[in-house]
């Protein structure tokens, strides 16, 4: 239901922005790229990101998340052609080990299992997957806008079709309490759509994408300031966390052959 709702609604604010100005170009490589990018996230990789964060709270998940500059780093160069260096590579070792000590958190909950971490690096795997092929639709562009909102409404389409699945965990449930929370993630989404793909429109993905899954630090400092009660941050947690944001700024501040 969240990502359903968020999709939807970001989508539709983002194609009234489209519509107020002269109508970018739209190609059958922007539409196959979005059409991509719409399946991989944030119809697969928030469906997964979601689960996981009902089995482990809100910190975890989003640090496991946060590895997702190494998938796109990786496929990005096996199928773009982009450049790899030794900064790329150590901040990679350095989001991986930052992984494996969250993995080994011990957690109070009773029932927690590692097994749910896969939902996760899932989730992972798919966002990395879909700065890539973002990165294919919108080359050569003269505007990233359309893209920006050609996803998440391809990806709205996707999961209503989640509506004729007879099966209790893909039934829709919007309660009223939850719609201030979901309408304003709508609106942050509107914005990091845009913003995303207008980086992706100008630079390479492995310098890009680093910068763009740093969410790690601001959701580990948002959830102790307003999830005290509900999020349990130790120094595992914490660590963790550290290794994975100073491996995504590596990346980040990478440049080709250093």
């Known amino acids: 239901t969240a990502a359903w709702f968020t999709s939807g609604t970001s989508g539709l604010i983002l194609w ?4 107020a100005s002269p109508m970018p170009e739209i190609t059958g490589r922007l539409i196959l790229g979005a059409s991509a990018a ?25 640090v496991v998340a946060g590895t997702s500059p190494v998938w796109a780093t ?35 909950r009773t029932d927690w299992k590692k097994i749910h971490l896969a939902f996760a690096l899932f989730a ?15 080359q050569g562009l003269a505007s990233p806008l359309v893209a920006a909102a050609l996803v998440p409404t391809i990806a709205s389409i996707l999961l209503s079709c989640l509506f004729f699945i007879r099966n209790d965990p893909f039934r829709y449930h919007l309660e ?12 942050l989404y509107v914005n990091a ?13 492995v310098f890009v994408t680093a910068a763009i899954h740093a969410a790690p ?19 595992r947690v914490v660590g963790g966390a550290f290794l994975v944001v100073l491996g995504v700024t590596a990346i980040a501040l990478a440049r080709p052959g250093a």
């Open 38 to 62: 719409a399946l991989f996230s944030p119809f697969l990789a928030r469906i997964s990101l979601y689960i996981a964060y009902s089995r482990l709270g809100l910190s975890r998940p989003t």
């Open 74 to 108: 990786i496929l990005a160069i096996l199928f773009l052609g982009e450049p790899l260096s030794v900064p790329i590579a150590l901040g990679t070792l350095s989001t991986t080990a930052g992984v494996v000590l969250l993995a080994y958190e011990k957690l109070p």
């Open 124 to 138: 992972a795997i798919c966002f990395g997957t879909r700065d890539v092929v973002g990165r294919f639709g919108v």
């Open 16 to 19: 009234l922005i489209v519509l």
């Open 193 to 205: 759509y845009f913003s995303m793909f207008t980086a992706l429109h100008g630079s390479q993905v």
């Open 176 to 187: 009223r309490k939850a719609l201030p929370g979901f309408c304003i993630a709508s609106l």
């Open 217 to 235: 630090l601001f959701t580990l400092l948002l959830s102790y300031l307003f999830l005290r009660k509900q999020e349990r941050l130790s120094v």
